[in-house]
């Protein structure tokens, strides 16, 4: 799914507006079908750029709206070990040397807490110091290392315009 846009519009976009303004149609495919299908109906028609983005969108907006959600969607991709393994494809996919690296020595600390990836209980976080100390510190460090990703990605999409935006000639 392709996104048109203005040559003049393209070229003002931030990176984080770019990002999101060539993802937004397939984020809100994905709502309209309420997760149902989205995989055959969509995600398997879209190019790996586009795949990628979604990926890193999808657990990045909602990983680093507070650390509560940080720890909450990171336990979570353990319990959907194919979302850790198409997340970590599309940081690849962009070539991020720093965030891998990081969500895995945050979930190697996850692991060794026992959480229970069905049930990660936001009490625990909230009572154990030890473990809310190293998740704000995580935390933070992904929402430094989430501008550079940003960055590498918008990079990549405006030396691959083609493969995420249809540009047309004339002014929005």
Not at 46 to 63: D, I, N, P, W
Not at 85 to 108: C, G, R, V, W, Y
Not at 111 to 131: A, F, H, R
Not at 135 to 143: C, I, L, T
Request: charged share 20%; proline share 2%; aromatic share 14%.
């Amino acid at each position: 799914m392709f996104v048109t846009l203005s040559k003049i519009k393209f070229n003002s976009l931030s990176d984080a507006d770019l990002c999101w303004a060539c993802i937004e149609p397939s984020i809100l495919a994905y709502k309209q079908s309420k997760g149902i299908d989205f995989t055959e109906s969509h995600y398997r028609n879209l190019s790996k750029g586009q795949q990628a983005l979604f990926m890193y969108t999808v657990y990045f907006k909602h990983a680093l709206s507070s650390k509560e959600e940080f720890y909450w969607w990171t336990v979570h991709l353990l319990m959907f070990r194919n979302a850790w393994t198409e997340l970590k494809k599309a940081l690849k996919f962009f070539n991020d040397q720093a965030m891998i690296p990081h969500l895995e020595q945050f979930i190697s600390h996850i692991q060794s807490w026992d959480i229970d990836g069905e049930n990660p209980s936001l009490s625990l976080l909230k009572k154990d110091l030890v473990l809310q100390s190293m998740v704000v510190s995580s935390f933070n460090a992904a929402q430094k290392l989430s501008q550079q990703t940003t960055s590498s990605i918008s990079n990549y999409i405006r030396h691959h315009v083609n493969e995420f935006i249809q540009l047309k000639n004339e002014i929005d």
